[in-house]
């Protein structure tokens, strides 16, 4: 089928980026939000040829051959019930939320029994060009021709195709992004406790403090529900997030108690389980020359040392729950590959690593902002824990408003920093 229409249900910031793609490629995009968008849309998309505003699922899932539901993961279910049994006879059906059980459920108790199922998830935001980055196809319920014309669909994207089953993605997604989102919320949450704009300060400018701060913003820049439903509905997500604020917790505790050999022992312990030696002779995803030239500060002469609690509780996390970050680079989020190369970068210096140790033991500079840091970690987990989206809106708008003057900038920098750090994984 050379001439499908593609139809798109959620024009949220992804669902914009792939009817633009689309239909920038040739194909017949027929697109729709809630009816309270559709003037807005409409006049957004005059310009385009191809991309044509529907006002709602209905007239979008009769006349299209492949519908997309871009829509939040908390709504898939109830918008799936709406549109689903409108759908074209014979059509492909797919979805691309972050969390797939609710997705796939919701296709096969809603759609009818002759419609194909092909979802896909594009691993990265709407602001990252999608030129290489991982894009997971899922053949669910499909024929391979109708499977292969999906492909060519997405092709425009010039993503690199990883076919998973809906369980393998979702287990994946946990172990690359549950946890990397929960550090980075948690060090944006005890920055606004303590009423710290971090780039102004000059303990937190250089080197991995620019990743950390550049990443945070990142994140708080993106819609909630991003977070919030790979997060609250991915059950292996959940044990994760839970994990990670007891790793914090523990780890604090040992600084505080001034229990050196202990702490020594569990963080190289799990060092060497996550960063086994047969890496050593690698070279590292990121390098201080890398580091320090993402700065929204300016650089200090010297630079401060820390006892780098969210990046030491990451791997003993990993450590305990058996998690090998390695094994899953092929469908890894920019995010996470910036974050594993930070932890990387510490674990396999050795004279850093028991500076961090010292540091955490006999230093106590960055006490404060690793008090806010540890109730912000199980804060985050108890949300995810009570499957409270309401309070995890509530808590990220917070944080979000309260950074909002930074984020063009953060945003700018951090795209230099994920064009980098994708370049050297590309390598490996």
């Known amino acids: 089928m050379t001439n499908a229409t593609i139809g798109i249900i959620g024009m949220g910031d992804m669902g914009k980026m792939y009817a633009r793609r689309i239909g920038d490629a040739g194909w017949r995009v027929h697109a729709c939000d809630r009816p309270d968008k559709y003037d807005a849309l409409k006049e957004q998309f005059a310009g385009s040829s191809n991309v044509h505003i529907y006002p709602n699922g209905h007239l979008v899932s009769r006349s299209s051959d492949y519908i997309i539901y871009s829509v939040e993961a908390e709504a898939i279910d109830p918008v799936v019930a709406l549109y689903g049994p409108s759908t074209k006879q014979g059509a492909i059906v797919g979805g691309q939320t972050s969390c797939k059980a609710p997705e796939i459920a919701a296709f096969e108790k809603h759609l009818p029994s002759d419609v194909e199922i092909v979802s896909c998830h594009s691993l990265h935001g709407p602001n990252i060009d999608p030129k290489g980055q991982p894009l997971v196809l899922i053949k669910h319920r499909a024929s391979q021709q109708s499977f292969d ?12 195709h990883v076919h998973l089953t809906a369980e393998k993605h979702d287990s994946i997604t946990a172990d690359t992004q549950a946890v990397t989102h929960a550090a980075f919320l948690s060090m944006g949450t005890a920055w606004c406790a303590n009423k710290q704009f971090p780039w102004e300060i000059t303990r937190y400018v ?18 909630w529900h991003v977070y919030a439903g790979l997060a609250i509905l991915n059950p292996s997500a959940k044990a994760q997030i839970r994990q990670y604020a007891e790793s914090v917790t523990e780890l604090f505790k040992l600084m505080l108690g001034g229990h050196r050999e202990e702490l020594e022992h569990r963080i190289k312990t799990a060092g060497r389980a996550v960063f086994k030696p047969s890496r050593d002779d690698q070279d590292l995803l ?6 320090d030239q993402f700065s929204l500060g ?6 401060t040392p820390n006892n780098h609690l969210s990046l030491l509780a990451i791997v003993d996390c990993w450590w305990k729950l058996g998690i090998v970050p390695y094994d899953h680079m092929i469908c890894s989020t920019p995010l996470f590959r910036l974050w594993l190369g930070v932890t990387e970068y510490l674990f396999r210096k050795p004279a850093l690593l028991d500076e961090v140790i010292n540091t955490a033991i006999e230093d106590n500079t960055f006490r404060s902002d690793d008090l806010e840091f540890s109730f912000a970690a199980r804060g985050w987990s108890d949300c995810v824990s009570f499957g409270d989206f309401s309070s995890y809106r509530d808590r990220f708008e917070k944080i979000q408003t309260y950074f909002a003057p930074r984020f063009p900038e953060a945003i700018r920098v951090g795209n230099e920093m994920i064009k980098t750090i994708l370049e050297k994984t590309e390598k490996e």
């Open 149 to 160: 014309l999906v492909e060519k669909i997405l092709s425009c994207l010039q993503s690199r």
């Open 206 to 223: 250089g080197g991995i403090e620019n990743v950390k701060i550049n990443v945070t913003l990142r994140i708080y820049s993106n819609k």
């Open 286 to 291: 990121l390098r201080d020359e890398v580091l």
């Open 298 to 303: 300016k650089v200090p002469k010297e630079r």
